[in-house]
């Protein structure tokens, strides 16, 4: 089954308002990252978590490692947000990333 | 800070052709990875190097070979291009193994005609 399982697949919200991206491991996780892909394909860093709380600007991010999840909360949304987001989790056994299929935003004005 | 540079951009093959991506890190990054990502999905990891001279199969390595020449550079080959194959290499570095933030480069689309 999916490892990293990301929720929800697609986001339309509307300039301004605010709202959360999940992500569920089915892994033991030591650190989670988060990344927007832009439409060029880039993937820029936005988190880089062990267990606790990080805050940037208008985004906010949690990882939880007892319950095996992560947040990603947007405030504020703006056009530039738009993009896919990933969460990816390190696996406290190998080492490796293990990417969830993304959710796609779209912030309409 | 740093930079990730990937070449070529854009890559047009034949089927059954091998075909070479490079990837290089001004970081100073031990650890290299080598990811294919298919459209509407995430990243699979299809090779990684931990160290220079070191190197180590991902979950896709099937069909593919890598090389590090040097800490800087890792190359990925793909040893017999699929028809209709179209996806995006995409090429990371981290200071260590297990875990480290990961950063990437720009990427690479495949198209096999």
């Known amino acids: 089954g999916d490892q990293v399982k990301q929720s929800p697949s697609a986001l339309s919200l509307q300039e301004g308002t605010n709202s959360a991206l999940r992500c569920n491991f089915s892994?033991?996780?030591?650190?989670v990252q988060w990344f927007l892909q832009n439409p060029r394909g880039s993937l820029m860093n936005l988190f880089y978590l062990v267990p606790g709380t990080k805050e940037n600007g208008r985004l906010k991010s949690t990882f939880n490692s007892k319950e095996s999840y992560s947040t990603l909360h947007i405030r504020d949304a703006q056009l530039e947000d738009s993009g896919t987001y990933f969460c990816?989790?390190?696996?406290?056994?190998?080492?490796?990333?293990?990417f969830g299929d993304g959710t796609v935003l779209t912030v309409k004005p | 800070g740093g930079i990730i540079t990937q070449t070529p951009k854009f890559l047009i093959g034949q089927e059954g052709q091998k075909l070479t991506l490079k990837c290089q890190q001004n970081f100073n990054h031990d650890t290299m990875y080598w990811y294919r990502q298919d459209s509407g999905k995430g990243l699979r990891l299809i090779y990684y190097s931990i160290t220079e001279n070191d190197l180590q199969k991902g979950d896709l390595s099937e069909g593919y070979d890598a090389s590090r020449e040097k800490k800087s550079s890792f190359s990925l080959t793909v040893t017999s291009a699929q028809k209709n194959e179209m996806a995006v290499f995409l090429c990371?570095?981290?200071?260590?193994?297990?875990?480290?933030?990961?950063?990437f480069g720009p990427g690479t689309r495949l198209t096999v005609l």
């Open positions: 990371a570095s981290s200071m260590d193994w297990g875990g480290d933030e990961q950063y």
């Open positions: 892994i033991a996780t030591t650190t």
């Open positions: 990816a989790a390190a696996n406290t056994n190998t080492g490796k990333l293990t």
